[in-house]
């Protein structure tokens, strides 16, 4: 049989599992990238880089990675930090429940287990937020444990190393676990990841630079390009929301706070809603205001936000509203975890951390003259 553009086909049998991650150490070895969170084992510095790694490009994270380990050099620092530190510090990089669970989970270290990491993946997993790819990453790379840690990028790799086209996550860390060597399996799980970052791209993969082609399944079936197979990606639904900022004679605006859990959880937000089946965005805003403040008047529209999230799109569209007075809501009427009234020329990060979306209405806030 032959290949449409004429090559042979050959079906390689995986060889012994000793090639394998020799091959790819090897690779490793002259190639891998400088991290900051690479240059020593310390199970603490590791695990916040897993966490953040997670949904995130290598590149986006170093710089939220570097200044993290300057607020929160180690464990008990960020055990003893609030909340509001934590999301201040996790602002921009999205996905604002692993910080919340990271905060969590090491306060759990410091008050039930001495301030001391778990070093085995099955102690790991039973801290808050930890699932199965960060407790294999830190046990390996941290503890050298012979640990599986199958990211997006592992998955692709091992996808089309075994020729898989619909594999499911637990078959993927089967594989990937008669892989792990003995020795080094912290390299090899960085190895893997690195591999597929770099060379085995989803798309335009440099196979000729693999070091593991000549044991790629894929490869010598000509089915790189179909691995592994790809889902329908479902439509993306769009909610206009009419967000209220509030504006009060001495400068001061209404910021609430979501609830915990949920999207965007513990964040602070200017209060908005979304806008229901005709109604116009201007009175969602309203009715975002109402019960919270009386006698606050709508004076002109300040800016419109759009922002993807990874399952829905929002298009914020802010209403700037003025108070005849100092005015403090009803706190009865705040159920969303609390409220306070912010200095709207500038916002106070550590003290009350907003989502990107909610900062460019911000900004826009602090660009008006005041009233």
């Known amino acids: 049989m032959k290949r449409p553009d004429g090559a042979p086909i050959f079906h390689p049998v995986i060889p012994d599992i000793d090639d394998v991650p020799r091959a790819l150490l090897d690779w490793f070895d ?4 400088d991290m900051p969170w690479r240059r020593d084992r310390d199970p603490y510095r590791v695990w916040v880089a897993e966490v953040m790694l997670q949904q995130t490009r290598v590149e986006a994270v170093v710089p939220y990675y570097e200044r993290w380990m300057r607020r929160f050099p180690d464990l008990d620092t960020l055990a003893g930090a609030e909340v509001d530190e934590v999301l201040a510090e996790w602002e921009g990089l999205g996905y604002y429940s692993r910080a919340r669970n990271l905060h969590a989970a090491a306060r759990v270290v410091r008050d039930a287990r001495g301030g001391e990491i778990p070093d085995t993946a099955a102690d790991l997993r039973a801290l808050p937020g930890v699932g199965d790819y960060t407790a294999g990453a830190v046990a390996s790379i941290a503890f050298d444990r012979r640990e599986p840690a199958v990211d997006g990028n592992a998955r692709r790799v091992l996808s089309r190393l ?28 960085q190895a893997l990841m690195e ?58 605006t209404l910021l609430v706070r979501r609830p915990e859990d949920g999207m965007l959880g513990g964040m602070w937000e200017f209060p908005g809603r979304v806008a229901e089946a005709g109604e116009p965005v201007r009175e969602a805003a309203m009715r975002a ?53 912010a200095a709207w020329e500038s916002f106070d990060a550590a003290a009350r951390p907003l989502s990107a979306a909610q900062r460019r209405i911000a900004r826009a806030l602090a660009q008006l003259a005041p009233c």
């Open 195 to 252: 591999l597929g970052a770099t060379i085995c791209r989803p798309r335009s993969p440099l196979c000729a630079e693999c070091p593991l082609r000549s044991s790629c399944l894929a490869l010598s079936r000509g089915t790189v390009a179909e691995r592994p197979g790809r889902s329908p990606k479902p439509s993306t639904p769009s909610f206009d929301v009419g967000v209220a900022v509030a504006v009060s004679p001495r400068g001061r």
């Open 289 to 341: 205001l109402a019960g919270l403040l009386s006698g606050a008047r709508l004076s002109r529209p300040i800016a419109t936000v759009d922002h993807l999230y990874s399952h829905r799109r929002h298009v914020y569209r802010a209403f700037l509203f003025e108070c005849a007075e100092e005015a403090a809501p009803d706190p009865a009427a705040v159920t969303t975890g609390g409220w306070t009234a």
């Open 162 to 189: 075994f020729d898989l086209a619909a594999p499911t996550a637990g078959e993927l860390r089967d594989r990937a676990a008669r892989l792990v060597p003995a020795e080094r399996p912290g390299d090899f799980n």
């Open 30 to 33: 002259g190639v891998r990238r």
